[in-house]
């Protein structure tokens, strides 16, 4: 399952205290989600950024989805990608007589089968170009004496983050009361325009 965060909020009392019409209070809703979601994701752009250090913001933000509101779909959503990490493309790597040197690591390193690899073994990685990923480059690691099998090493997906870290638990939160700000400011402008 991909994790998605996922804002809920009871808006009765709310509209009932500023005296909103349904018209008003549909526009306002959909206006504060898409602030909320857009706010939300820039949030958990930096809050990851500091599990997956050396790697780009802007990666970060092309593995985020998010759907935006609209008055026939008042719901706004972002989606987490399941994908992993390669670290050749995303990280400083680079081979030397002692294995493969990242330049700053990620939170926690992984086979290709998911299986956590102790960032040590990077001492006994090598880097080769893969026949069968159209000769992608990638850090492999040797499983015994043998030159085969090898295993690819890549880092956890966000969601992974997302779920192990608890950032997830921590961006509800944060969505849950940026949304009721949006949508008290978005209330307040709507009535400003009635006079």
Do not use: C
Not at 114 to 142: C, D, E
Not at 160 to 185: T, Y
């Amino acid at each position: 399952m991909i994790p998605s965060i996922s804002v809920r909020h009871t808006l009765d009392s709310l509209s009932a205290r500023l005296a909103l019409l349904p018209q008003e209070r549909m526009a306002a809703a959909v206006r504060a989600l898409n602030r909320t979601v857009t706010t939300v994701r820039a949030q958990a752009s930096r809050d990851l950024s500091k599990e997956y250090p050396g790697l780009k913001i802007g990666v970060i933000k092309k593995r985020l989805r998010f759907a935006r509101a609209t008055r026939s779909q008042p719901s706004a959503s972002i989606t987490f990608s399941n994908h992993r990490f390669s670290l050749y493309h995303n990280w400083k790597v680079r081979q030397t007589r002692t294995g493969v040197r990242v330049g700053r690591l990620p939170w926690a390193l992984e086979d290709w089968e998911g299986k956590r690899i102790p960032a040590t073994l990077l001492r006994h990685a090598f880097i080769q170009s893969s026949t069968n990923n159209r000769g992608q480059h990638n850090v492999y690691l040797r499983v015994g004496r043998e030159r085969y099998p090898i295993l690819g090493l890549v880092a956890p997906s966000l969601s992974s983050a997302l779920v192990e870290r608890g950032i997830g638990l921590a961006l509800s939160r944060f969505a849950r009361d940026r949304f009721a700000v949006a949508f008290e400011q978005e209330a307040k402008f709507r009535l400003s325009k009635r006079a």
